[in-house]
């Protein structure tokens, strides 16, 4: 094994403990929660490693550099799933729904009208979650939080879209509890089941409050760029 793949092996199964621990520690069952190994800028080499562990779920915040490293390997490869973490433009919302399996990045009613045109013209349906800007932070993408009822009620009235999941990035430099305790009530006013909450800093926190999906990136991998 080169040092690249043992370095991952082992920081994956770290995180896969950790991720167990939280749980018990929260009462909740292990299985009941998706690491997502978030492989945005990273090496080929890197990618080829974490796939060579048995880990199924990516997640990418870019349209076409998700495609360079994944169209070929979803081919070959059909358990793989890909998560697109990133914003959406609706001008790349069929590329988006040929390649990714869920979309977590719905956040407004365009997105909402592309998707769905996007989903019959592909005839590929794909979940969505919605984007919850916690924070009400002006330069993130999302939802405020007392827009999320009226857009659900929209994408289960208007565009036939039955949103699986709610998803929240908290401010940097925040205590992300709150946010995450946000998340969840939002979620479950709305009857929504799953939540993508916690990044490698705060994932542990994220699984006591509820989270379905963990994002993590550099834990998993080591630093980007
Ligand atoms: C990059 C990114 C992550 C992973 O962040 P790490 O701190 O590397 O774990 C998770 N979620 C989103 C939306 C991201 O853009």
Redesign the pocket.
């Known amino acids: 094994m080169t040092q690249t793949s043992s370095k991952i092996v082992t920081a994956r199964q770290e995180i896969l403990e950790r991720i167990v621990a939280a749980a018990r520690g929260a009462g909740r069952a292990p299985e009941a929660i998706t690491l997502i190994a978030?492989s945005?800028q990273q090496s080929d080499d890197r990618i080829a490693a974490m796939v060579a562990t048995g880990q199924l779920v990516f997640?990418e915040?870019r349209v076409q550099e998700a495609q360079a490293h994944w169209q070929d390997r979803k081919n070959q490869m059909p358990d793989l799933k890909l998560h697109l973490?990133?914003p959406l433009q609706t001008n790349k919302a069929l590329d988006a729904v040929k390649l990714f399996d869920v979309i977590e990045t719905l956040d407004r009613p365009k997105l909402a009208a592309a998707l769905a045109k996007a989903m019959d013209k592909a005839g590929r349906q794909i979940d969505c979650f919605v984007q919850v800007n916690t924070g009400e932070e002006p330069q993130k993408a999302g939802l405020s939080p007392q827009e999320v009822d009226g857009f659900v009620a929209d994408l289960r009235q208007t565009y036939d879209i039955e949103p699986k999941g709610l998803m929240c990035?908290p401010p940097v430099g925040e205590e992300p509890a709150m946010h995450f305790a946000l998340l969840r009530k939002i979620a479950q006013r709305n009857g929504i089941t799953n939540l993508s909450m916690g990044?490698?800093?705060d994932f542990e926190t994220a699984i006591a409050f509820g989270a379905t999906h963990v994002?993590?990136?550099?834990?998993l991998f080591g630093p980007?760029g």
């Open positions: 978030v945005k997640g915040n973490i990133g990035i990044m490698s800093h994002r993590v990136g550099t834990a980007r």
